[in-house]
Structure formats: C-alpha cells, structure tokens
C-alpha cells in the first residue's frame, strides 16, 4: 500500500506557473503508474497526466497538451506537475494517483488517491 501526499497548490493569475508535488510513502514510488487528476467546481474527475514507472512514458488531457509537464523522482519518491500558462478553467482540486499494475489514462481507475490540492487562476 502506499500513501499519496499533494502539496503545492495556490492562488495564481492567468499566464503564471504552479508545481505541484506528490510525496508518497509506504512503498517505492519506482513500483506504481502515477497520474494527477482535477475537479473543478461543478465539473466531473478529469485526466490531467501521467507518467509510466520508470517515467519513460507520459500522457497527457487534450485540455493541458502542451502546458503541462509531468515528472519523477523515484529516488526521492516523488511525482511532480510543472503547469505553466495557466487559464482560469484550470481552477480545481488536483490529485495524484498511483495504479500498481496498470498505466494511468482518462479510463482507468487507479488502486490509491491523495488528498488533494486546491488550484485557483484568477483571470
């Protein structure tokens, strides 16, 4: 089992940059899929990204190509999620995720959850 731990979420304006940090413990970071997803106000659970076990594979929502990045340190346990030219509808609670067994994507429902981290972008 594993315990996931967000940490970095806030207040922004439009245009400017987060990085969001999921600390995990329990097991290896290096034995699980992670991913992040979002929910905002009045929205459903959405995608954000993912990264394989070794962090040579990544995904991303349509809605965040090209502005997210997404990355690991398996060393420190860590998974990271560089946001950049943030847009108000970015506005949610971000989780991370972890799947033992199966990479993380839009359809998939990951074995562990954090907590999760308020993102606010005001316009």
């Known amino acids: 089992q594993v315990q996931l731990v967000e940490s970095g979420g806030g207040l922004v304006q439009a245009g400017g940059s987060l990085r969001l940090s999921c600390a995990a413990s329990g097991r290896t970071l290096s034995s699980y899929h992670m991913g992040w997803f979002r929910q905002g106000p009045g929205k459903e659970r959405e995608f954000v990204a993912a990264i394989s076990r070794s962090g040579g594979l990544t995904s991303f929502g349509d809605s965040v190509k090209g502005r997210f990045t997404i990355s690991r340190d398996n060393a420190k346990n860590t998974v990271y999620l560089q946001m950049n030219s943030l847009k108000p509808e970015d506005t949610g609670v971000y989780y991370c995720?972890?799947?033992?067994?199966?990479?993380?994507?839009?359809?998939?429902?990951?074995?562990?959850w954090g907590q999760g981290t308020q993102v606010t972008v005001s316009s």
């Open positions: 995720a972890a799947s033992r067994f199966r990479t993380i994507g839009a359809d998939t429902d990951p074995d562990y």
